[in-house]
């Protein structure tokens, strides 16, 4: 068959699908001889026929003219949400998919292989085209550094269950010994392709967030409550742990001064803007200003590869920690306040994670950005103690207000736009639950729809635009 990118896809897709060609040529309207012909690269479809086919195909034109296949997302459980302890994740930047899990993949994997005496990595997708500058290449050398290793970047091939994929080999004498897929889902996590997923890891029977509404209704209960319901033991004090992190990555963040890693040059500005209060400063302006600090202030340490918490990624880690750690300033939250608040976040994040994405390379930036946003909204109204439904508005909001945001990092670093994208979401995140606390009883769109909308928009997304820094100002800087 033709190596055409078009001809391949259609026919993968049709035999995926167990159509023949003369009942693919049916549904689109031209005969079985067309579609041989297509799938042999003698000829191609028409513009209409093109879109024709993307719909009997279930994706997009992107995908059918580049030839990125989707997948069935088999790490991913059909019921069912994972603990928080899997969302919330203490690690180093710059990116929880790209630097946090490829290391934590590769330590297992030279763990699992101590008899091996050589190692090879293979990067595809995303990882490829984004391993240096999100420091995928430094984390695997540092992994490897005593063995003799080999990383290749593969920036070709397409046919992978995920953008974020990556093939790690362990070799003796020169033989093969041990060979793992590992795909980087987002927010830290891994899975290694045909190894069966811990069952304890799910730990909530509803990952919808309508069902966790009306569960909490009917136990007139929290949603931290509910959290905490199906968390186990020390899941509390595991929360102290990720808040006490969050305020030390602010800290940092605000002491730190100087130009960040990575060659373009850009200055950090969390003190500076920390420090340049006014006299006459409105209460409205030092919110805008403290808040948009202490997200400039996790974001540069996330770039300069300090520790951050993901939440629900590296890349936007100073949305949710800039909104809590201002609120518990101004008003005298307690801790145990705020740690509420962050399972209630959580929850917010685990639905959109489990139904959607949180991965930059899989939906765009709207799935990291976007996710931040709705889970400080959510995490804000629960310290104001707003209704259930006034929680659900704020997420939606925040989460709307983001759709179609793509992810396009300058150089292949987390850096510009991404951080001034999470002092932007952090204060949009308060607007949210602002519209939220008046509006809410005439709202249309529900959260679990508006994460369902979100998750279709990022595969409608040319991949240019999924943190491949093949579009938008990564092309054009």
């Not at 996790?298 to 100073?318: D, F």
């Not at 992810?407 to 999470?422: A, F, G, K, M, Y």
């Amino acid at each position: 068959m033709a190596g055409t990118v078009i001809s391949r896809t259609i026919y993968e897709y049709r035999t995926r699908m167990n159509l023949s060609q003369k009942e693919l040529g049916q549904k689109v309207g031209v005969s079985n001889r067309a579609v041989s012909k297509w799938e042999n690269g003698l000829s191609f479809p028409s513009t209409e026929t093109c879109y024709k086919l993307a719909d009997v195909f279930k994706i997009s034109l992107d995908v059918l003219m580049n030839g990125e296949m989707e997948q069935t997302r088999s790490w991913q459980k059909s019921e069912g949400m994972e603990s928080l302890k899997e969302l919330y994740r203490i690690g180093r930047g710059p990116s929880s998919s790209h630097s946090m899990a490829p290391e934590r993949a590769c330590i297992q994997f030279r763990e699992e292989n101590q008899t091996a005496d050589c190692f090879k990595v293979v990067l595809y997708g995303s990882l490829a085209k984004m391993g240096k500058g999100h420091r995928t290449e430094y984390v695997i050398h540092q992994v490897f550094k005593d063995y003799p290793h080999e990383i290749e970047f593969d920036k070709v091939n397409k046919n992978i269950p995920h953008p974020n994929t990556m093939d790690v080999y362990a070799f003796k004498e020169n033989k093969q010994v041990d060979h793992w897929r590992i795909i980087s889902v987002g927010g830290g996590k891994f899975v290694v392709e045909g190894r069966r997923q811990r069952e304890e890891s799910v730990v909530y029977k509803l990952d919808k967030f309508t069902d966790i509404l009306d569960w909490c209704r009917a136990k007139k209960m929290r949603i931290w409550q509910y959290a905490m319901e199906n968390e186990c033991d020390d899941f509390l004090e595991y929360m102290r742990e990720i808040w006490t992190c969050m305020k030390e990555s602010i800290k940092a963040g605000i002491e730190s001064t100087g130009t960040l890693p990575g060659g373009l040059g850009v200055q950090k500005k969390a003190n500076s803007l920390y420090s340049s209060h006014h006299i006459d400063e409105s209460s409205e302006t030092r919110e805008n200003r403290l808040v948009c600090a202490y997200a400039f202030a996790v974001s540069e340490q996330n770039a300069s590869s300090g520790v951050v918490v993901t939440a629900p990624t590296c890349g936007s880690s100073g949305v949710l920690p800039a909104v809590m750690y201002y609120q518990q300033e101004r008003r005298g939250y307690s801790d145990e306040e705020i740690i509420h608040a962050l399972a209630t976040a959580g929850i917010v994040g685990n639905v959109i994670k489990t139904n959607a994405s949180i991965s930059g390379a899989e939906c765009g930036c709207q799935a990291e950005i976007g996710s931040a946003c709705s889970m400080a909204a959510a995490a804000l109204g629960e310290l104001f103690g707003l209704s259930l439904e006034q929680i659900e508005y704020a997420a939606e909001i925040a989460m709307e207000h983001h759709l179609g945001l793509t992810c396009d990092p300058i150089h292949s670093l987390v850096q510009i736009p991404c951080i001034e994208r999470n002092a932007v979401a952090a204060m949009r995140a308060i607007n949210a639950v602002s519209l939220a606390n008046f509006l809410s009883d005439s709202r249309k769109i529900s959260f679990d729809l508006v994460v369902k909308t979100m998750y279709e928009t990022g595969k409608d997304m040319s991949h240019n635009y999924r943190e491949t820094s093949e579009g938008g100002l990564a092309k054009l800087y």
